[in-house]
């Protein structure tokens, strides 16, 4: 089994990683981070340092890695130091949406536009991005926030127009988008007060949650838009 993380320097991604490693002794896994290199150590892991949102890491990344079983993406942008997700429209900016885009849309389609052939074979395969049910036009039912909905609703629908473009090119290819909930990661540390407290999940068990997803999901599943409990959200 070989399998991609991106992200892995986050809680959910670094959760991934060691999941993996535990649950498949023959697992090769590829890591990539983008500062802070984590502090696991296994001669089954290689690490890349890249841009996720960077065309030309993203390609140089394929010349390291011959083919995929599972390709994850759990890079993802939510807020800066001094700026947070919009509660009104009148604190809309142009930079902070583009910082939105940049991060959480970009990487998912420089992935499957460079990994398709490793992730073409005749067993299955995964492609599996991290998106947030708040990029579900259907379910967004209170506002704000939205360069953060733009953003995941736009991810949404490139998983959902790869997945139509795979059904052909890669039948045995599921591509699914994931949303993981509130996971108790720095990502969510400002927003967390509000959360109840059996809704906070571990990133230990968000791992666990999208191991669950690949044990269950088939090829005609492909294009779905599935919640940490296994449940289908609407796009």
Not at 59 to 67: E, G, N
Not at 164 to 177: D, G, M, R, S, T
Request: charged share 20%.
């Amino acid at each position: 089994m070989r399998i991609l993380i991106i992200g892995s320097s986050g809680g959910i991604g670094s959760a991934l990683v060691n999941l993996f490693l535990a649950s498949d002794t023959e697992a090769i896994i590829y890591a990539t981070y983008r500062t802070n290199k984590p502090e696991i150590d296994n001669d089954r892991i290689h690490w890349f340092n890249i841009d996720a949102s960077s065309e030309p890491d993203i390609r140089s990344l394929t010349d390291s890695i011959p083919r995929l079983d599972i390709l994850i993406n759990a890079a993802g942008f939510l807020h800066l130091p001094d700026t947070k997700p919009e509660k009104s429209i009148n604190e809309f900016t142009r930079d902070f949406f583009d910082q939105n885009i940049h991060s959480n849309v970009l990487p998912t389609i420089y992935l499957a536009k460079y990994f398709s052939t490793q992730l073409k074979s005749k067993h299955r395969t995964y492609f599996i991005s991290l998106s947030a049910r708040i990029g579900s036009i259907e379910d967004n039912k209170i506002g704000g926030w939205i360069s953060y909905r733009c953003s995941k609703a736009a991810l949404n629908m490139a998983i959902k127009t790869i997945s139509i473009e795979w059904k052909h090119k890669l039948p045995n290819c599921c591509v699914l988008a994931f949303h993981p909930g509130t996971t108790d990661t720095d990502l969510s540390k400002p927003f967390q007060k509000n959360v109840q407290p059996d809704k906070l999940f571990t990133a230990d068990y968000v791992a666990q949650c999208v191991l669950n997803v690949l044990n269950t999901a088939a090829p005609a599943d492909s294009g779905k838009f599935f919640s940490y409990d296994g449940s289908e959200i609407p796009w």
